[in-house]
């Protein structure tokens, strides 16, 4: 599924936070969305997933305006992973990931053996079917990550937003949850603060700053030495990675 933006402006009293975005993403396509703290990627990837609605402009998903959609019917097509959510602390994680299934359920049906399936593979792609049974607040932070993830898979989306989803997450977690979402056959935006790690598994990438687009394109474009001086005042190499041959960025600490 396509998502499309038009011009999405949002703000807080006199403050815009979101300004003039326009963006497409293909059907399979990750778009990887980077920018400084503060710059507006959990904003944005709120609006594009229907969760606040823009002051002026529009989101397309699939060709529908996503504000004439309902909220249930929005939920069976998108999922949002958010970024240090709090869930009811009494549950274990098994009830968290079935939690995903509730907009393909109606008042009256049972639990399916379809849920359950979707379940136990959700929770068995990010490493967790060992713990299904955990209680959720006993786990460490990648592990809720983790569980939040195969909530969202659970949900079984076409399209998935995903507000820094390496967050907590040990190195090797990093890799697989990118992997898994770039080879997932779905349409995926995701926030990340580690550079090298969107140019690895991002189809394209949006450069936030100051709420608006300051650059947009494949990795190599937009990952330059300048870019990364203008927007994120930092000072690097930008060389080519001969593991993936994406650009791979070395920071300069002087
Ligand atoms: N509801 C709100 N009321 C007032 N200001 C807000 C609100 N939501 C966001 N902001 C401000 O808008 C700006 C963008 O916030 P946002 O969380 O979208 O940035 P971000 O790029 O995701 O940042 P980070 O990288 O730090 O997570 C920030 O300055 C934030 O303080």
Same mark, same amino acid.
């Given at each position: 599924?396509?998502?499309?933006?038009?011009?999405?402006?949002?703000?807080?009293?006199?403050?815009?936070?979101?300004?003039?975005?326009?963006?497409?993403?293909?059907?399979?396509?990750?778009?990887?969305?980077?920018?400084?703290?503060?710059?507006?990627?959990?904003?944005?990837? =709120?609006?594009?997933?229907?969760?606040?609605?823009?002051?002026?402009?529009?989101?397309?998903?699939?060709?529908?305006?996503?504000?004439?959609?309902? =909220?249930?019917?929005?939920?069976?097509?998108?999922?949002?992973?958010?970024?240090?959510?709090?869930?009811?602390?009494?549950?274990?994680?098994?009830?968290?990931? =079935?939690?995903?299934?509730?907009?393909?359920?109606?008042?009256?049906?049972?639990?399916?053996?379809?849920?359950?399936?979707?379940?136990?593979?959700?929770?068995?792609?990010?490493?967790?079917?060992?713990?299904?049974?955990?209680?959720?607040?006993?786990?460490?932070?990648? @592990?809720?990550?983790?569980? #939040?993830?195969?909530?969202?898979?659970?949900?079984?989306?076409?399209?998935? !937003?995903?507000? @820094?989803?390496?967050? $907590?997450?040990?190195? $090797?977690?990093?890799?697989?949850?990118? =992997?898994?979402?770039?080879?997932?056959?779905?349409?995926?935006?995701?926030?990340? $603060?580690?550079?090298?790690?969107?140019?690895?598994?991002?189809?394209?990438?949006?450069?936030?700053?100051?709420?608006?687009?300051?650059?947009?394109?494949?990795? $190599?474009?937009?990952?330059?030495?300048?870019?990364?001086?203008?927007? !994120?005042?930092?000072?690097?190499?930008?060389?080519?990675?001969?593991? #993936?041959?994406?650009?791979?960025?070395?920071?300069?600490?002087?």
């Amino acid at each position: 599924m396509s998502v499309v933006a038009e011009n999405l402006n949002w703000g807080v009293k006199r403050k815009a936070i979101v300004l003039g975005v326009s963006l497409t993403v293909a059907p399979g396509e990750t778009l990887g969305l980077i920018g400084p703290n503060g710059s507006g990627k959990s904003s944005l990837l =709120r609006l594009l997933a229907g969760l606040r609605r823009p002051d002026t402009g529009r989101v397309e998903i699939n060709g529908q305006d996503i504000a004439q959609v309902s =909220r249930k019917a929005l939920s069976r097509q998108v999922a949002f992973v958010q970024q240090s959510v709090a869930t009811d602390t009494n549950v274990t994680v098994v009830d968290v990931v =079935r939690l995903g299934r509730t907009p393909h359920r109606s008042a009256f049906a049972g639990w399916s053996e379809a849920d359950e399936t979707s379940v136990a593979e959700a929770l068995d792609r990010v490493d967790m079917a060992s713990r299904r049974k955990q209680a959720w607040q006993t786990l460490s932070g990648g @592990e809720r990550q983790r569980v #939040h993830i195969a909530r969202a898979l659970a949900q079984a989306p076409q399209v998935m !937003f995903l507000d @820094e989803p390496t967050n $907590h997450l040990d190195i $090797h977690h990093q890799i697989e949850i990118l =992997r898994m979402v770039r080879d997932l056959d779905l349409t995926s935006v995701v926030a990340l $603060h580690d550079l090298n790690l969107a140019a690895m598994f991002c189809d394209r990438i949006v450069v936030l700053q100051d709420g608006a687009v300051r650059v947009c394109g494949t990795p $190599h474009t937009v990952l330059t030495r300048e870019t990364l001086r203008d927007v !994120f005042r930092v000072s690097a190499y930008v060389d080519i990675s001969p593991y #993936h041959s994406q650009p791979h960025i070395r920071f300069s600490a002087v």
